[in-house]
């Protein structure tokens, strides 16, 4: 059963897990069982059309999904699924 990395902006979401097993077959199917389990982490990680929001990045195994199936990347029952939410700044002066 894949493992998935939860941020600790999540966390409140998983009670405080950092890291939680999801049975699933895909990156689709994942997301879909991490909402059942834990009800308001899709709308964190998913826009209103249910693609992956554009500063929230998910890699397999340490590979950007956008850079195998997207949503469609199969999973297998050892796999790490890290959810990374893209960190935005500027020049502190």
């Given at each position: 059963?894949p ?12 009670g ?22 834990f009800?308001?982490?899709?709308e964190?990680?998913?826009?209103e ?5 554009r500063?929230i ?5 340490n590979?950007?999904?956008r ?13 790490i699924?890290?959810?990374i ?9």
């Amino acid at each position: 059963m894949p493992s998935v990395r939860i941020p600790t902006p999540l966390r409140r979401l998983t009670g405080e897990k950092d890291e939680v097993d999801i049975n699933a077959s895909n990156v689709a199917e994942l997301i879909e069982e991490l909402e059942n389990q834990f009800p308001g982490i899709k709308e964190r990680l998913c826009d209103e059309n249910g693609e992956v929001r554009r500063f929230i990045n998910l890699y397999v195994n340490n590979e950007d999904i956008r850079f195998l199936d997207g949503v469609s990347t199969g999973l297998n029952k050892d796999d790490i699924v890290s959810i990374i939410p893209a960190i935005a700044g500027g020049v502190v002066n």
